[in-house]
């Protein structure tokens, strides 16, 4: 429930209707808007000034269901977090502009069975097959980011990393395993995804020379500090290649553990570790797919993308002034201003705290283009003021941790690892705080599968899989119609009025916020921690063995 503290007198938002049919081909999908997206952005007119509030946000929470704890969330001061935002409290609480009291995101209340029924299983199955970001990048040669967005068979991931993760045409992106941020980034909900990283040059080389052993120790150390670890386990390093002792046993050897330090190695040895803070020039490379179905019937990250999305820290703010950035956009929310977004235009926008964001999604015709500039104010919603966040990002926080994490994403070779600071699998305890699947508790599939008539989880039978896989992956049949549903999404690029491929009309999502209508009762609010524990779940399956 992403929410801004402001009060304006009043902003005219606007609605969107739409009648859409399809036929077994793109090009024969008719459709007719009585208002179309595009045309706010044609006519250089704002469509939803608080598109920071995502859909989420309007989630008729009955006092009890609580999908908000995931983004927001108070630390206590001896944390001594970069995050300061500290908006637990938005859990009770909507706090939202006059603007953002109606929900603008239409789409939601759109009844896309009807317009799927006419597609066919057969042209939907193939259409995800098509491999729309090879074209991407040769049409847009001459994009100040090409270079920077750019992988090699990026579509098809088993050609374009090898099994550590490092991506094999050179460019130094590495792919990492991750467990999916609950629950829009859960297949079963309408996507699949990934998540590359790639460090600056200097992180990446020892004298001016590329060098493995520096590049995987400086990510392992990365990640030591953004999850506050002391020690990890890495890739075979060899000391000896290094001239360092990373693992404090006094020798030079070939080793699988190494301890934190205060800087890098390599050529970035001059720079700290800065406590949950990534180095300048972090960059990260996320695709949004549709959902691919093998010829048995199971799902995997298709080949045809939704979106590239790409994030750089152009420049490195210390912890002071992180604090002093969050600090003026608490002013600026005291003095009723609307969210800012800075526009750099090709280059996508400016989230304040030091990072370029930027995106591209689908055409009417499925080629992949860049994100207008009222798309991409959407993304600050969660990579900019949200207090579950480190350094404004989710994912990386989220790797199974060490040597194991370093690949590309595979979920069958995860369990529902807990939180820190819980016991039991994070999304068995998020499904039973949300009383859902999703946020919306809408999705059928995952109630009927996971959910007792009472209302209550099947606790023993979730906890029993192997597996997340098995756990938020969809049936073959309902894949198909999500893929449908975003399909017309797509072919109306009626982005700015959702994203999110809903089957039905949404019913437990408010249409307005009325004044003094509390979300959630205090007896279900919860803390969380975005970081999982992953030591939990080693000494877990060690006492099984």
Partial sequence: MRTRLIWLSSIATALFSASCYANESAAEYKHTNTLKALDFIKQNEI???????????????EGKHNPCMACHQSYPSTDKRPNILNDGDLQGDYQFSEAGMTNSWTNLFVDRSLKIKDIKDSFISEWVKEDNYHSFINDHENHPQIEAIKLDNLALPKKAFFENGLAKDGSHWVAFNYKPFPSTFWPTNGSTGDVMIRLDKSFRQLKGEDNLDVYFANLSLLEMSMKRLDSITVPDLDENKLQEDLNGDGKLSVITTMQKRGHYLGDAKKVPLTDMLYPQGTEFLHTVRYIGVDENGNPYNAERMKEVRYMKKHAFKNKRKVAITYHREGKEKEFEQLPRTI??????????????????????????????????????????????????????????EGAKGWGYINLKTQKDTPTLGQQQGEFLTYLQRVGGGDEFRQNKEMLQKWFNQDGSVKKVQVQSLPNIYELIMPSKRRALDLNKAYFTIMKEQSYLFGRDATLGVATNVLEKVEDNMPPLEEDFRYGFDIRLDWAQAENSESLKE
Avoid: M
């Avoid at 469509?47 to 929470?61: A, L, R």
């Fill in 47 to 61: 469509y939803n000034p608080e598109s920071v509030i995502p859909p989420q946000c309007y989630t008729k929470t």
């Fill in 343 to 400: 526009n750099l235009r090709e280059r996508g926008i400016d989230n304040g705290f030091s990072w370029t964001i930027n995106g591209f999604i689908e055409d009417e015709k499925g080629q992949l283009r860049q994100q207008h500039y009222q798309e991409l104010q959407s993304c600050n919603g969660c990579h900019k003021t949200v207090g579950t966040t480190i350094d404004q990002t989710f994912s990386f926080a989220r790797k199974v």
